[in-house]
Structures are given as structure tokens and as C-alpha cells.
């Protein structure tokens, strides 16, 4: 455990700078640059996120997830990423002029052009990254993304300063992917050999072509709702959607991205020792639970002055769509788990397959709550989203050799917890709602503040022995005085 303490240490140190200087990037730079320089490079990344799913064809997490590694296989990865990088590069160079022409923006083939630049750059250190996450060197791998993305920001700012407008955020990328894979060289002792063994390439092909398939699914299936919300309503509605989606998600995906690349490399490790891989997964379950549950079901509550307060007046269809967005973030952070659980085991056909099926829920209530309003759209996405929470749950728990029970009652302290919580909060709206003259900031963070003291003492006081599992010892010892 104390290992699996220090990756989610480092990791979370690493997201969370990288996280401050994206505030950073976003307030300074907007300063500086147009809203059309910053839309050309949304438009570019919409290609290059779609890219970088075929950039390793999953191979970084196949070296990952073996238990066996000899060079051939380390430098057969090593050129497959190479020609990976190099072929999608080029294919980008070739086919910006028709990429621009659907966006019916010229200005984008230069862009792409440079940012295509980034995949055989990026694809020179995959491999010395996984081989360092696999020995959870993640201390290693956490400054070197620290520093990288310091140097990327300032290269970005100087740009920007001297008017090279979108370029500045161009170069922003393409110094981030090259410090990176200097530093990954330079931290990595191991050298690739000029060996290409197709036979150790068909044996990772297994693993990565079923990871690949789902990826694609998933970024096809997170799509959907936008295009069909796109299709069937207004562009505020679809803004106002996006908006309450992205609030739901930001902070679940940087929970699960430091959890999941956190526990990947110590599962794959440990997948022939089912008692300990076990424990470990329900420990982590149980954390992410129990903050992703009050977070969850705070939001639902507190929806109205938050976005008020954050967004302004004019969202005054945000709150309606949170109500059941919130719900579904929670329910997302606990299946989004799974994956890990099904990689670490080599089991990536049936992740795929569970992505089929989530993907066909999901598209399925998009396109029947599109007949109605996109509040019933956001109401059917949860409905969806709990239906398939079962075999996605069922599946994962028989991989490491558990049931569902045990699983839900790693769910009980936190859910009973956040419904004692929102009770209290309903309870003191009701009250402050009599009371006109209060300070509306004010009342919105004292709310805030009486859900976090609700929900840690009751979690104290009916569930101390959990609450101290999940903490360092040095606080569950400070808990024991309380």
C-alpha cells in the first residue's frame, strides 16, 4: 500500500501543477491572443486528440501490463512507435488542406502542419516512459511533466508577447513533447536495439489492438452527445450542455487519470496475487468514492448559486442539466476503475466489449431524449449510465476474484455519508431561503462549508475504522484522539 501511496502522491503532485499552470496558460494567454487564434488551435486539437489514440496502438501499456520483458520486445515497441509517429505525421501534412476545407477555415493547414510535428517527437520517448511507470519511478516521470510543462508555458507567454499569435500555442506543444522526450532519454538507462520481431509484435497486437478499439469506441461514445445535441437543438442549448458536462467531468478525470496511471503499473505486477490486488482496487474504490460523493451530490444541491455565482445570470439552464449530470459523475467514477482492472489483467477484449455495450446505451438515450428536451437527454444519460454500471462492476469484480457485495460496502460509508449531507443542506436552504437580507456569496460558501464538516464528522462518527484506512497514519492517529 505504501507504494501505491507514493505513484498517487507524485501523480496527483504532477495534475495538479500542470492543472495551475493551465489556469495560468488560460488567463494570461487569453490576453494576449483573439478568440479566432484560439479557436484554430481548438480545431486543430480536435484532429490531434483523435490521433494520439492511434499513436501507440496501446503498445506503452502492453510493455506495462507483461510480465516478462527482453529487449526484442522493448525495441519492437520502440520502431513501431517511430513508424507510428511518422505516419501519422504525415498523413496530418497531407491532409490538412481537406481537414481546413471542413472547417472551412485556411488559416488551420499551417497549424496542423506544425503540430504534426509533435507525434514522431512524442513517439521517441513512449517507450522510456512506460518502462519508468512500470517500475513506478513516477517521481521520475512527475518532474519531468513538472518541467516540461513549465518550459512549455514559457516558450508560449514570450511568443505570445512577441505577436505570433496561434503559433505560440504551437509552440507551447511541440516544446512540452520535445523537453519531455529529452528528460525521458536522459532518466531512462535503457537503448533500443535495431530489432523488429514481428512475432513479438502479433503477441502485443492481442492486448493493444482490443485497448485501440475501445479507445476509439469510448472517444466516439463521449462525442456523441454533442453531435446529437448539435443535430437536434440550438447552439445555446448545446453550449449550456457542454458547459454542465464539462463542470461534471474536469474534476472526476483528473481524480481517475491520478488513481487509475497510479494503480496500472502495481496490478500489472501483482495480477497473479488476486487476494492483494483485490484489497488494493476496493482500498482505492473506497477513496474515490468518498470524494467524488459529496462532490457529486453537492454540486446537485448547490447547483443554482454555483452557477450563478461561477457562470453568470445567463445559464440559467445549467442547473437543470447538472441536477442529473451530477449523479452520473459519480456513477462514472467508479466504473471509469474498471478499465484499469481489465488492462492490468490483459483483458482488454472484454473491455472492448464493455465499451460496445456502454456505447450503444449511451448513443441509444442521447437519440431518444433528443425527441425531447435536453434536460430528459441528461436524465436518460443517468438512467443509461446505472444500467450499465452493472456488468461493467460484475465483470471487473470477477477479474479479481470478488463479487459485488463486497463492492457495496466500500460504497456504503461514503453514499450514507453524502445523503446525510444533503439532508443537512436542504434543510439549512429552506432556512436561509426566509432570510432576504444575507449576503448570497456568503450564504453559498457557508453551505459549503457546513457539507464538508456534515459529511467528514458523520463519517467519523459511523465509519471511523474505514475513514482511518483510507488516510495516512499519521492523521488516522490524530483521528484517534478526537
Not at 504551437?170 to 523488429?196: D, E, K, N, Y
Not at 475501445?214 to 463521449?222: D, E, K, P, V, W
Request: glycine share 4%; with cysteine.
Amino acid at each position: 500500500m505504501t507504494s501505491l501511496s507514493n505513484n498517487i502522491k507524485w501523480v496527483a503532485l504532477s495534475k495538479a501543477i500542470q492543472i495551475a499552470l493551465q489556469l495560468i496558460s488560460l488567463t494570461v494567454l487569453t490576453r494576449l491572443l483573439s478568440p479566432d487564434q484560439y479557436g484554430l488551435m481548438a480545431m486543430a486539437t480536435v484532429v490531434t486528440n483523435f490521433t494520439l489514440i492511434l499513436r501507440d496502438l496501446g503498445t506503452a501499456a502492453a510493455i506495462i501490463q507483461r510480465n516478462e520483458l527482453d529487449q526484442s520486445i522493448k525495441s519492437t515497441v520502440f520502431w513501431l512507435n517511430i513508424i507510428m509517429g511518422l505516419s501519422i505525421s504525415i498523413l496530418i501534412v497531407f491532409t490538412s488542406p481537406v481537414i481546413a476545407s471542413l472547417f472551412n477555415e485556411q488559416g488551420l493547414v499551417p497549424v496542423l502542419m506544425w503540430m504534426a510535428m509533435s507525434f514522431p517527437i512524442a513517439s521517441l520517448g513512449t517507450v522510456q516512459q512506460a518502462l519508468l511507470e512500470r517500475e513506478s519511478h513516477f517521481r521520475t516521470v512527475a518532474s519531468i511533466d513538472i518541467f516540461a510543462s513549465s518550459i512549455g508555458l514559457l516558450v508560449a507567454l514570450v511568443m505570445a508577447y512577441q505577436n505570433f499569435g496561434v503559433y505560440s500555442l504551437v509552440g507551447q506543444t511541440l516544446t512540452f513533447c520535445g523537453v519531455s522526450t529529452l528528460l525521458l532519454w536522459c532518466s531512462a538507462h535503457w537503448r533500443p536495439s535495431f530489432i523488429f520481431a514481428t512475432e513479438q509484435l502479433h503477441q502485443l497486437l492481442g492486448f493493444s489492438g482490443n485497448l485501440t478499439a475501445f479507445n476509439l469506441i469510448n472517444y466516439f461514445s463521449r462525442n456523441a452527445d454533442a453531435m446529437i445535441i448539435g443535430h437536434y437543438f440550438t447552439a445555446a442549448v448545446l453550449g449550456a450542455y457542454s458547459l454542465a458536462y464539462r463542470v461534471m467531468l474536469f474534476p472526476l478525470q483528473s481524480l481517475t487519470f491520478v488513481v487509475s496511471r497510479s494503480l496500472y503499473p502495481l496490478m500489472s505486477r501483482k495480477q497473479d496475487q488476486p487476494t492483494e490486488v483485490k484489497a488494493m482496487y476496493l482500498r482505492v474504490v473506497t477513496l474515490v468514492a468518498s470524494i467524488t460523493a459529496p462532490m457529486m451530490a453537492g454540486l446537485a444541491v448547490l447547483r443554482e448559486p454555483f452557477t450563478i455565482i461561477v457562470f453568470g445570470m445567463q445559464w440559467s439552464l445549467l442547473p437543470s442539466i447538472l441536477l442529473w449530470l451530477a449523479p452520473t459523475g459519480f456513477i462514472q467514477s467508479i466504473v471509469s476503475t474498471s478499465g484499469t482492472v481489465c488492462m492490468a489483467n490483459g483483458k482488454t477484449k472484454l473491455l472492448m466489449r464493455l465499451g460496445m455495450f456502454s456505447s450503444l446505451l449511451f448513443v441509444t438515450a442521447f437519440l431518444i431524449g433528443a425527441q425531447f428536451d435536453v434536460q430528459t437527454l441528461a436524465m436518460l444519460y443517468l438512467i443509461a449510465n446505472v444500467i450499465n454500471a452493472l456488468p461493467a462492476m460484475y465483470f471487473t469484480m470477477q477479474t479479481i476474484k470478488g463479487n459485488l457485495s463486497e463492492l457495496a460496502k466500500c460504497l456504503l460509508a461514503p453514499l450514507t455519508c453524502s445523503i446525510i449531507m444533503t439532508f443537512a443542506l436542504l434543510v439549512t436552504i429552506n432556512c436561509t431561503s426566509q432570510m432576504n437580507d444575507l449576503n448570497y456569496h456568503a450564504v453559498f460558501l457557508g453551505h459549503i462549508i457546513l457539507g464538508v464538516l456534515v459529511y467528514g464528522i458523520s463519517y467519523r462518527l459511523l465509519f471511523f475504522r474505514q475513514m482511518c484506512q483510507l488516510l495516512p497514519e499519521k492523521l488516522a492517529r490524530w483521528l484517534h484522539l478526537i
